[in-house]
């Protein structure tokens, strides 16, 4: 049974920073794409950003260039360093990991850590 466990959520000041971090459990083999969606209340749950297993990233535009996700493939964990922190970046994030093992598709979450960013 794989299991996603974030942390590295809480509150911080706006301009601020924090680091998320998602470390796998139970797994054995490497994820495919590993990733950080966020959902904001009464909002849809959105991509934040994703980084392949050859370490290819992808963003969404409204955290480039103050978000930045990386890797650690010997531990299928993955970070999110977010920097330059605004009062719409509030969410809760979601580490996601997911892909192709043989011929079946996986999508692995977890619980989600709460990122509150206020004065």
């Known amino acids: ?14 301009g601020g920073s924090l680091r998320l971090s998602c470390a796998a459990s139970g797994s054995i083999f490497l994820f495919d794409v590993m990733g950080w969606y966020r ?4 909002k849809e749950r959105e991509l ?20 930045t996700i990386s890797r650690e493939n010997a531990k ?7 920097n330059s922190l605004k009062p719409e970046d509030t969410a809760v994030y979601y580490c996601n990991a997911r892909g192709l093992r043989t011929t079946a598709m996986y999508d692995y979450w977890g619980q989600g850590t709460q990122v509150t960013v206020s004065s």
Not at 1 to 14: D, K
Not at 39 to 42: D, L, T, Y
Not at 76 to 82: A, D, G, S
């Open 1 to 14: 049974q794989v299991q996603l466990v974030e942390s590295g959520g809480g509150l911080v000041q706006p």
């Open 39 to 42: 959902q904001a209340p009464g």
């Open 48 to 67: 934040v950003a994703a980084i392949t297993s050859g370490e290819i990233t992808n963003y969404a535009d409204s955290v480039k260039g103050r978000f």
């Open 76 to 82: 299928n964990t993955v970070y999110l360093q977010m």
